[in-house]
């Protein structure tokens, strides 16, 4: 049995059923001994010393005892931790932190592994974008793998790169990429409406309560949370936009609640604004459709798209369900009918599925 060692820093929603799936998998493995070491929150961290692993069925009890305690600092003493560990070692960044994105390339270089779902690292500046993939390439870098970074665990990020290693050209991807908005629109302009009619916000804080969205909503509503997996998609396809604000974005934070203080205060004050979106979707109704907020991707034009769309009460958009995503990769194999990516594309367990999955491949790439 080969021993490889994990660390796990975020353990909100999608931390806890990682750990879960982690511990599981752990344990019907044949081939590996896997050694959590570290489990960090923002504020208590749970620290197996002589490497020999942390227990991971009781680690949320454990972590708010006294085993609890202050979070190494980072990235120095983590960093120190983690490459004096006497195997292989994969680090999993389940936070949205854009400071802990920042020292990917440092943990790559030093040979950590990184799987994560955080988007800041490959969807914020290009230069950190390039500086990640160049530590990873480099000699005895890190291997790195995203795939929750777009779609939670669709296979997104692996399609396109199948698509792209076999040769294919991407010419244009589209379709919806935030469960939160999926949910959203899908609950407040349902196809066929069942039940009372529920209002904007309602929904936003059903769709929070569900743990779809950002752990700050607005991060979903004002679009950069799409803008973020476009830029992904973009980069990863060859078109090397800047920034994910290099494009047009169309927020639907209403412009009074811009400069709320607070998530919970812009939540507080969303209903007044309920009449605002009950106008957008009645407008499309009076057309006969309906409205989804979607991305699009043309490589070949170079342009990036991010808003509302109505669509025909009778296509596939229109009638998506849930957190649903739906993603078309239109290539020059693929023609005019697109190879599509469709499923639930947000919620703890199935980005901790893409999040594992990820943690497979490195292992699987082990010598
Ligand atoms: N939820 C979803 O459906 C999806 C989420 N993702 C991504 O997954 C990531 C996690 O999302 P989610 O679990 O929903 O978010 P949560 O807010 O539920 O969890 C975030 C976790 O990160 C911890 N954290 C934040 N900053 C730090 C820090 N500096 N050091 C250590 N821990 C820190 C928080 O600590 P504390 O517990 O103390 O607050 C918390 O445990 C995000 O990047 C998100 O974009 C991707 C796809 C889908
Ligand atoms: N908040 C995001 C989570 C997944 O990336 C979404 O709603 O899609
Ligand atoms: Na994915």
């Known amino acids: 049995m080969s021993k490889v060692y994990v660390a796990v820093i975020g353990a909100g929603g999608v931390g806890k059923s990682f750990i879960s799936q982690l511990n599981a998998y752990a344990l019907r493995s044949k081939k590996y001994t896997i050694s959590t070491i570290l489990i960090s929150r923002s504020s208590k961290a749970l620290l197996s010393k002589d490497y020999s692993g942390l227990n991971l069925t009781t680690w949320e009890s454990d972590i708010s005892s006294s085993s609890g305690v202050k979070p190494p600092s980072f990235p120095d003493e983590t960093l120190k931790f983690l490459t004096s560990a006497p195997g292989p070692m994969i680090l999993v960044d389940n936070t949205s932190s854009e400071t802990i994105a920042e020292e990917y390339p440092r943990f790559l270089s030093s040979g950590v592994h990184l799987v994560t779902p955080n988007k800041k690292g490959f969807s914020s500046s290009l230069a950190l974008f390039k500086a990640i993939y160049a530590a990873s390439e480099a000699q005895n870098g890190g ?62 804080a059903e769709a929070r309560e569900l743990g779809y969205t950002e752990p700050d909503p607005r991060d979903d509503l004002n679009g950069l949370d799409v803008a973020r997996k476009l830029t992904i998609l973009a980069r ?47 407008t499309a109704e009076s057309e006969g459709a309906v409205v989804r907020y979607v991305g699009s991707l043309d490589v070949g034009k170079g342009e990036v798209s991010v808003g509302l769309r109505n669509f025909d009460r009778g296509s596939t958009v229109a009638g998506l369900k849930g957190s649903d995503n739906i993603i078309s990769f239109y290539t020059r194999r693929y023609g005019e009918r697109a190879m599509i990516v469709q499923g639930a594309g947000a919620g703890a367990d199935v980005t901790a599925m893409g999040v594992l999955s990820d943690l497979i491949k490195v292992l699987e790439r082990l010598k």
């Open 143 to 204: 291997y790195v793998f995203h795939e929750a970074t777009v779609g939670a665990g669709l296979p997104v990020l692996s399609t396109l790169k199948d698509l792209i290693d076999t040769g294919d050209e991407i010419v244009k991807i589209e379709g919806v990429f935030s469960g939160t908005m999926s949910y959203l629109f899908n609950s407040f302009a349902p196809l066929s409406p069942s039940g009372a009619e529920k209002s904007f916000s309602a929904c936003v």
């Open 236 to 282: 990863l396809s060859g078109l090397l936009v800047t920034e994910p604000t290099s494009f047009p974005i169309q927020s639907l934070i209403p412009k009074p609640l811009e400069s709320a203080a607070s998530a919970e205060e812009f939540l507080a004050g969303l209903a007044g604004f309920d009449g605002e979106m009950h106008k957008v979707k009645t």
